[in-house]
């Protein structure tokens, strides 16, 4: 590719796909003074639901909520907190029970409507001076070379010291990077909505482990509103889709044992079938670097995908400070690494909890049983599990 000077459009970092993790990477080198690109083929949108809440929400870690604060993003949302998290299961009686006070903390976590999140971090883009957003599809062709990404949007020609590849699970860029990607089948499909229950979710996550896959009903702004994940096989997500509104709320109060009493109504059903990936590297090139679901993608049932995006991004704005060049060779090798055994343990560790909790047999559920009851009841064993999914421990802190 060769570049003519006179229309070369010159910029620090070009960031392809402006979904929350590739905004707040934006936002974040932006902030600290870097030039940014950013292009996406669509603007951010709202999904509003029949309750006045946008369709999907997300779970958020308090690690990801320091980070949004640091990006003057936190303060325009209005997420709703959550104290304690209860989980049980189909086969048998064991529950566990984490609650925030003991850890000194007011919350585990926050649900966040995901439309006004994009929409938050894109308001703050929009305003930047440091930042242009181009609306377009993936590059036609990019270039790594030493000093320079050269990148080609049909007749338009940018050329950047660092591309970061944030275009999500199918991301396009990767392909058309050649980076090899390694996908498991998790055999579900996840059926999303959000629902009004007899009874007040008292800012608990509730997730119940069925033998077919994970159903949670997490806490929403109004003390009767849940979003609701609930992972299955294909062919029960398949029925599950087709039901009519009545005989779904049927099955979905049975499905939760009426924790939240019954389910009075539900908005409309989304469904995603549920993979988990990992890219060969986070780093193909000095210059290139995936982030957020374009580098892995992982089961939703712990709400861990944002989170872990947002941590690539907290490790990406740290990795940048400083340098003078945002794709130095050799910058990135440490950082990449760390962020591909993240992405490796949490898609085991997953996949596991996935198989342990699918385990039929008689033998299994009651050794299964006994051992969460255990864990119940040990409090420093709890104490560094929460951590670790408040995204504080020592492992999620070390991997950044
Ligand atoms: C059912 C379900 C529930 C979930 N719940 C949680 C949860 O509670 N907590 C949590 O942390 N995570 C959760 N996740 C995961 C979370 O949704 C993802 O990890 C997160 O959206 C990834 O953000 P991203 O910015 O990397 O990618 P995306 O959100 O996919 O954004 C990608 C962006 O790239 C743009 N783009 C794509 N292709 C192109 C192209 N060719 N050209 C230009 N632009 C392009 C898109 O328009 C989009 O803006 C859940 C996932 C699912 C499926």
Same mark, same amino acid.
């Given at each position: ?79 709703? @907190? ?38 938050? #971090? ?18 036609? =062709? ?21 591309? #970061? ?16 990607? /390694?996908?498991?089948?998790? /055999? ?19 997730? &119940? ?34 039901? /009519?509104?009545? =005989?779904? &709320? ?72 400083? =340098?003078?060049? @945002?794709?130095? @060779? ?8 760390? &962020? ?53 421990? @020592? ?6």
């Amino acid at each position: 590719m060769q570049a003519n000077e006179a229309d070369l459009n010159k910029t620090e970092v070009v960031v392809v796909g402006g979904g929350p993790v590739g905004a707040a990477v934006a936002l974040g080198l932006a902030d600290a003074g870097r030039d940014v690109c950013v292009i996406d083929k669509r603007r951010p949108q709202k999904r509003p639901g029949k309750f006045g809440m946008d369709s999907r929400a997300t779970a958020l870690s308090p690690a990801s909520q320091v980070l949004l604060a640091e990006l003057e993003v936190w303060q325009r949302l209005k997420p709703t @907190p959550y104290g304690t998290m209860r989980v049980w299961e189909e086969r048998g009686t064991a529950e566990l029970c984490f609650d925030a006070e003991d850890l000194g903390r007011t919350e585990l976590g926050w649900i966040q409507e995901s439309g006004p999140l994009s929409d938050a #971090i894109w308001t703050r883009l929009f305003e930047h001076p440091n930042v242009q957003l181009i609306r377009a599809e993936t590059p036609s =062709a990019v270039a790594p070379g030493q000093q320079e990404v050269l990148i080609h949007l049909g007749e338009r020609r940018l050329s950047a010291r660092l591309l #970061i590849a944030a275009d999500g699970g199918k991301s396009t860029l990767r392909q058309q990077l050649g980076v090899k990607t /390694d996908v498991w089948d998790t /055999d579900q499909v996840a059926v999303t909505s959000v629902v009004r229950t007899s009874k007040a979710h008292a800012n608990t996550a509730w997730q &119940r482990f069925l033998l077919d896959g994970p159903v949670a009903l997490l806490p929403c702004a109004e003390a009767h509103n849940a979003a609701l994940v609930w992972s299955q096989s294909p062919a029960a997500a398949a029925r599950r889709m087709e039901l /009519d509104d009545a =005989a779904f &709320r049927t099955e979905l109060t049975q499905a939760t044992e009426a924790r939240l009493g019954e389910v009075e109504a539900a908005d409309r059903r989304l469904r995603f079938p549920l993979v988990q990936s990992v890219t060969a590297t986070f780093n193909p090139h000095h210059r290139i670097l995936l982030i957020g679901d374009a580098a892995r993608v992982v089961h939703p049932l712990a709400g861990l995908g944002l989170n872990l995006g947002f941590e690539d991004v907290a490790g990406l704005l740290r990795g940048a400070q400083g =340098a003078l060049d @945002p794709g130095a @060779p050799g910058l990135w090798r440490i950082y990449a690494r760390r &962020r591909r055994l993240r992405a490796l343990s949490m898609v085991r560790f997953l996949s596991a909890l996935q198989k342990f909790y699918g385990l039929r047999q008689p033998a299994p559920a009651w050794l299964r049983n006994f051992g969460v009851r255990l864990v119940n009841h040990s409090a420093p064993i709890k104490r560094q599990l929460v951590t670790e999914a408040l995204g504080f421990g @020592p492992v999620a802190q070390g991997m950044r």
